[in-house]
């Protein structure tokens, strides 16, 4: 079957750099993406993946390996307004979205 | 309004109401979604309407009908839901569905509670 997985609930402080890991099986795969969902709000695109490697914007970078099935969103300098979830979804060889439960981030003072 | 609006953003019904939700895009896209959002789970696709077509049914239960009257509207139409149908429900939009890494736009959701 098609599964995604990333940790449910991380805490990290204001100012730090946090990693939310994601590892994908899909049948194919045709990109991994990156939502942020503030509490109540709409989840909003971050990043999109397809080819392996690092790419960066501004304070958020997503990294892809797609001979592991592993992605990541790096969130550096981090500012209490990160607090919300991060969702990964991968695209498989149908172009069917796959999607993670969410990693719910929280940011301490 | 600029985005994806979705009315309304809270409604509670007992199981033997009829409701409806409502989804407008204002971004000209063509690709509309439904997604259900349960707590800790994985987002759900329920429908997938492309140029006002459907082209996706995820063996959801009758009790939800969807409507999409044109490109930029799109309903949930709710009938005899159960409790464990509670939940978000999550209206999206993007330029194309069919192939391609397509962006999704979302709504807020409709927090829908079954009694």
């Known amino acids: 079957g098609q599964n995604i997985d990333q940790p449910t609930e991380m805490t990290a402080t204001e100012g730090a750099i946090v990693q939310i890991n994601c590892t994908y099986q899909?049948?194919?795969?045709?990109?991994l993406f990156w939502y942020q969902q503030h509490a109540g709000e709409a989840p909003t695109f971050l990043s999109y993946?397809?080819l392996d490697g690092l790419e960066e914007k501004g304070r958020f970078s997503s990294f892809l390996s797609r001979s592991k099935g592993y992605s990541y969103l790096l969130l550096k300098e981090l500012q209490m307004k990160d607090s919300a979830s991060y969702l990964c979804a991968a695209l498989d060889s149908n172009y069917q979205l796959i999607w993670g439960a969410g990693t719910k981030l929280i940011i301490k003072p | 309004e600029t985005g994806v609006t979705q009315t309304p953003r809270h409604l509670v019904m007992g199981m033997t109401n009829k409701k409806s939700l409502k989804c407008e895009q204002h971004?000209?896209?063509?690709?509309m979604y439904w997604y259900k959002q349960s707590a800790k789970k994985p987002l759900e696709l329920m429908f997938v309407y492309s140029l006002e077509e459907r082209v996706e049914n995820n063996s959801v239960p009758s009790r939800f009908s969807p409507e999409c009257p044109n490109s930029s509207h799109l309903f949930l139409h709710l009938h005899t839901l159960q409790p464990e149908d509670s939940a978000l429900y999550l209206c999206?939009?993007?330029?194309?569905?069919?192939?391609?890494?397509?962006?999704?736009?979302f709504g807020a959701g409709s927090r829908l509670t079954v009694l």
């Open positions: 999206a939009s993007s330029q194309d569905p069919l192939g391609g890494a397509n962006v999704l736009t």
């Open positions: 971004l000209g896209h063509n690709a």
């Open positions: 993946n397809v």
């Open positions: 899909t049948s194919g795969f045709n990109g």
